[in-house]
């Protein structure tokens, strides 16, 4: 088979336009511009979400309860830390705990809140996040994963006993007491678990990352507030319960802190200030201002997509440039009709012969004026064009 090749107008042979690869201009984007893409926030993918929060759980609980059991040092911290509470005047987890504990009802419905809220308010924001704000869901949820992360560091070199534990202290551990199901900090339960991984409180780093994002993104003021009542009432639970001393939950929260300024160094920007939604076709237009700052974030928006459809002189169709306004003796064109692509259509003609076609003006040889009754913005013709021409020899007959 012969070499393609395509015909001009004229009628002459013309090669064919080279790869996009080849022609003036194309290259290959650097390494600085693909790290500029990937800080850009992107339409989530749900099997990529469901398999990296699975993943990443379960990478969490096995480092969480690899971390080695070192009992003595727990008991140890542990009692600093109620030391320190005590010396600061606020060592009231005792008294919380055997004051809520004699209302039975309500201590066994936190012990059910302690054991199930935690998973299944975390995984409804996710879900309400991909929903309703894609364009916030990746950075939000890189909060989450680096509050998580720096927790389980603070796990491996700050073992810490929780207060039903420890002995000679009095202490009530309410799951025990009650008879409740659910929690793997009690029970038969706490053979698999880490008994030892109370500082931080991803309870209070969790419930604060949710409560935080309902507050901010939430449309309806009775939502924020129960985002914002949230926190309050795990840090209530989880001292009642007799599972953390409350500075747990400075420790949880300072990582939240932490994983909050890791999202806005990414993003270059606070994850709720981000926008709502990412439109394909239109994301780089809208992304544009949250671009990190330098030749590189600009220069990656600047670039185009992969699967951008192309003109023959390889820039992108959302990027062509425009074709100079013709200057003939044909009727003016309005600008909205010269500035975009018109399809294939039919064009009556004033000599009465067969419809002239016009084509788009990019498959054209060269600038020549749009066909005669295009003058209209709707494509159809001129109403004075379509009036036939008078009859002047009947009009001569009559006069002799």
Excluded at 82 to 95: I, V
Excluded at 159 to 165: K, Q
Excluded at 368 to 391: F, H, I, N, V, Y
Aim: proline share 9%.
């Amino acid at each position: 088979m012969g070499e393609a090749t395509l015909r001009t107008p004229e009628g002459r042979n013309a090669a064919p336009p080279p790869p996009i690869e080849e022609r003036a201009g194309a290259r290959q984007p650097t390494v600085s511009e693909r790290l500029a893409r990937l800080r850009l926030p992107r339409r989530p993918r749900l099997w990529f979400e469901i398999l990296l929060i699975a993943v990443s759980y379960w990478t969490y609980s096995l480092i969480r309860n690899a971390v080695p059991a070192q009992k003595t040092t727990a008991f140890r911290n542990a009692d600093w830390i109620w030391r320190a509470e005590d010396q600061l005047g606020l060592a009231f987890e005792h008294s919380v705990n055997h004051g809520i504990n004699s209302v039975t009802w309500l201590i066994v419905g936190m012990n059910y809140y302690y054991a199930t809220l935690h998973f299944v308010v975390t995984i409804g924001v996710l879900v309400w996040l991909y929903r309703w704000h894609p364009g916030r869901y990746a950075a939000t949820r890189l909060v989450l994963f680096a509050t998580t992360g720096v927790a389980l560091i603070g796990f491996y070199f700050f073992p810490l006993a929780p207060p039903r534990l420890m002995p000679g202290m009095g202490f009530i551990d309410t799951v025990i007491v009650h008879h409740t199901w659910g929690s793997m900090a009690s029970g038969n339960l706490a053979e698999v678990s880490n008994q030892y991984a109370a500082m931080p409180s991803m309870h209070i780093g969790w419930s604060t990352w949710c409560g935080l994002t309902i507050a901010a993104l939430a449309s309806r003021r009775w939502v924020k507030a129960l985002g914002v009542l949230y926190p309050m009432a795990t840090l209530v639970v989880i001292v009642a319960t007799a599972n953390h001393f409350w500075l747990d939950a400075i420790g949880g929260l300072i990582c939240l802190t932490i994983g909050f300024t890791v999202a806005a160094w990414w993003y270059t920007a606070s994850p709720y200030q981000l926008p709502q939604h990412i439109a394909g076709p239109a994301r780089s237009a809208q992304l544009r201002r949250w671009a990190p700052a330098g030749g590189a974030g600009r220069a990656a928006l600047a670039a185009p997509a992969a699967g951008s459809p192309r003109t023959p002189g390889g820039a992108t169709a959302a990027h062509a440039p425009s074709r100079p306004a013709p200057t003939t003796d044909a009727p003016a064109v309005n600008a909205s009709a010269a500035s975009v692509p018109y399809a294939t259509s039919a064009v009556s003609r004033p000599d009465g012969d067969s419809p002239a076609v016009a084509t788009a003006p990019d498959t054209a040889a060269d600038d020549t004026a749009p066909p005669r009754g295009m003058g209209l913005a709707e494509g159809r013709s001129d109403p004075a064009e379509d009036q036939p021409a008078p009859d002047r020899s009947r009009s001569a007959s009559r006069r002799t």
